[in-house]
């Protein structure tokens, strides 16, 4: 694995870092027995993709059936895709339902109290 090709794992796993100090990129992505491209306690299933030839962002279904498939059934972990595009622009990726389900109303019942 490149360095290249590491950057955007070793972003997420400092941004991350802040909430769990142990989050890490998983050893050998892709090609390791530890699931996702993360390592974190934070209960997200996480994939990083860099796409150097892209302005725009393109969230490949392949990418994020895979990811979907190595999230165990029962799991509480909601499946995140990270995309960096040719300009070092940034966007996480997840599901409406996840977005609302698991953030917002989340955000919104602790602001209530």
């Known amino acids: 694995?490149?360095?290249?090709?590491?950057?955007?794992?070793?972003?997420?796993?400092?941004m991350l870092q802040v909430i769990d100090k142990h989050a890490r990129p998983s050893k050998a992505s892709g090609a390791s027995t530890e699931s996702y491209d993360m390592q974190t306690n934070i209960p997200l299933?996480?994939?990083?993709?860099?796409?150097?030839t892209y302005k725009n962002p393109v969230v490949s279904l392949i990418t994020w059936d895979?990811?979907?498939?190595?999230?165990?059934?029962?799991?509480?972990?909601?499946?995140?895709?990270?995309?960096?595009?040719k300009h070092g622009e940034r966007f996480a990726v997840l599901?409406?339902?996840?977005?609302?389900?698991?953030?917002?109303?989340?955000?919104?019942e602790k602001e209530q109290e």
């Not at 694995?1 to 070793?10: G, H, I, P, W």
């Not at 299933?45 to 150097?52: N, V």
């Not at 990811?67 to 509480?76: F, G």
């Open 1 to 14: 694995m490149s360095d290249y090709k590491n950057k955007l794992e070793q972003w997420v796993a400092g």
């Open 45 to 52: 299933a996480i994939e990083c993709k860099i796409q150097g």
């Open 66 to 85: 895979k990811l979907l498939e190595e999230i165990p059934m029962r799991s509480k972990r909601t499946p995140v895709l990270f995309i960096q595009n």
């Open 95 to 108: 599901n409406a339902e996840d977005f609302f389900n698991d953030f917002l109303y989340e955000m919104y």
